[in-house]
């Protein structure tokens, strides 16, 4: 099955750096990548996806690459503020498999952006 | 507006007692998932359902049961809780489709055994 590496654990920017978290995946049939973003004692929410036909894609001040050949993708925050604060999950997710399009999701990403 | 519907969002009971966590969703969505989560950490597939009279068990082991009567509606059930089952569950939907979809999350609801 599909294994997801995420790092670091944990992250500490000051407010108007970057910050990028990354993640490895070994499925090379793996062909979706997504992002969750979750706030404290809130549900995950989405905050972007990549498939395997795309090297990256960005949505304002969020971004993700994806390298496939050495199965690792980042997630990239620019100009951070203290509302990026949460937990940040990457995922991955086989082609290929009928209908068996379960998640595998990295242990997650603590960022703290210090005003 | 289309969401996901977790009750209860809180529950403390004490060790033995019978629970039924209830998950409902207005998505339109075949495929419903449970995941147990301790706050802010790993996220753990312990059910999965991609319709109607269709259900699975995830990665992580569980003492639950879940049923699938209706599309709309993912019940998990405990029948004896013990400590070791705080935690905070959460319910959540997709599309089928023939890709990957992205995942609806519910809010959660947040367990305590005594």
């Known amino acids: 099955g599909e294994n997801v590496e995420q790092h670091p654990s944990t992250l500490s920017v000051q407010e108007g750096d970057s910050a990028v978290i990354k993640c490895t995946y070994s499925d090379s049939a793996s062909n979706y990548f997504p992002w969750y973003k979750q706030e404290l004692g809130k549900r995950p929410q989405l905050i972007i996806d990549?498939?395997?036909?795309?090297g990256e894609k960005k949505d304002q001040r969020i971004a993700v690459t994806l390298n496939k050949t050495a199965k690792h993708f980042s997630l990239h925050i620019t100009e951070t503020q203290p509302e990026d604060s949460a937990v940040y999950f990457c995922?991955?997710?086989?082609?290929?498999?009928?209908?068996?399009?379960?998640?595998?999701f990295g242990k997650g990403t603590k960022l703290s952006v210090i005003p | 507006e289309a969401d996901i519907y977790q009750t209860p969002r809180y529950l403390v009971i004490g060790t033995g007692k019978k629970i039924t966590l209830e998950c409902s969703q207005t998505m339109g969505h075949d495929k419903m998932y449970w995941y147990q989560q301790d706050p802010g950490m790993e996220l753990h597939l312990i059910h999965y359902?991609?319709?109607?009279?269709?259900?699975e068990k995830g990665d992580l082991s569980s003492e639950s049961t879940v049923s699938r009567i209706r599309t709309e509606h993912f019940p998990l059930t405990l029948e004896s809780a013990r400590p070791s089952h705080t935690s905070q569950y959460l319910c959540a939907s997709s599309e089928y489709g023939s890709g990957a979809n992205e995942q609806f999350f519910g809010p959660g609801t947040r367990l305590t055994v005594l």
């Open positions: 359902s991609y319709g109607v009279n269709s259900t």
């Open positions: 990549i498939r395997s036909n795309v």
């Open positions: 995922a991955a997710i086989p082609k290929g498999r009928a209908g068996s399009y379960q998640l595998t």
